[in-house]
């Protein structure tokens, strides 16, 4: 708690932009969030004044930051669970809890866990092997088991020597079936500690070279049922695992209905549109959640809202305050999002956010705009 306003103290672990947009929400609600990072020049370290600087995976540095902590939680899920575990042990109170946790640090654990639950998942098996990989049969996926993001850590495999190249890296690993996918969906969910739990609505993400690129939400013309399903699969995971905080569920849509892609337990990618778009933000929310308070409002504030992510573009062209500008005055309605990053080519430095009734249009308007800061014409 802080002395002097008597509100808590939040720990985030890890300072990205997860962190830096929780920091606003953390503000408006008379917080300052500290935040744990590598690296004095992360997007939240750069913004939150009660910045400690120390390695997420190192136990000392982690009891040093919970010092003083109401409650610690994330913006990855790289802490290792043997860390976590102590920490919980010597009385900080981690949220998600680790034994939750672990099904979004997973995946071998995650699809073992959800098909005990009876979940819709792709056909899957543990492999490390090129038997097992010819036993589970080819086109497939691979997927590391821990550590992947933005598609790291995911390979289309077609042929054994693909998988072979995969399988030389030593890592813990998990065939999936490949799906003939219609389009990806995402459905966000928070949970308290007393066992609240508040749904967004469904939205649609859109990936480019593994990177979620484009959200529009609510997802366009989604048979009412099927988002009831999505959110229905949502609620059993949170409650199921014991979920504390915002959860992100990714689903693929297909001809034969919807199956779980991955889980994160954390504000999400597919959630930044809830800043302009819902009543209640994820970053606040995350907050309310961990904290055991009362969930915010889930509601729309618009028919549609779109956003998009703006990667690093090429190197040279106008400086990025210049490309501001000029998109500032294309789109005065555009709510611009940067995350305070250096900017390297294909790196998520931002996104942009658009509001109102045609998700066609919207969506031009967000890449427009997303294309605007990125190749700055
Ligand atoms: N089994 C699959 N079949 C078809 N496409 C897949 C499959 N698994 C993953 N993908 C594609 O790869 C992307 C990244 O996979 P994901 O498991 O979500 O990895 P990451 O942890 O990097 O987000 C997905 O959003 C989807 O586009
Ligand atoms: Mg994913």
Redesign the pocket.
Known sequence: MDAATQLPTVGMIGAGQLARMTHQAAIALGQSLKVLAGDPAESAAVVAPATVLGDYRELEDLRAFAKGCTVVTFDHEHVPQSVLRTLVDEGVDVQPRPEALLYAQDKQAMRTRLAEFGLPQPRWAPVDSISDVEAFGLPCVLKAATGG?D?KGVWMIDTLADAQAVLASGIRLIAEERMALQRELAVQIARSPRGETAVYPVVETV?SGGI?TEVIAPAPHLAPETADEAKRIAETIATGLGVCGMLAV?LFQTSKGLFI??L?MRAHNSGHWTIEGAETSQFEQHLRAVLDYPLGSTATVAPYTVMANVLGGRAGGPRLDERLQHLLADDPGAHVHLYGKAVRPGRKIGHVTVRGDDPELLRRRALRAAERLQEGE
């Open positions: 993001y598609g990936q979620c990714e892609n991955e994160a």
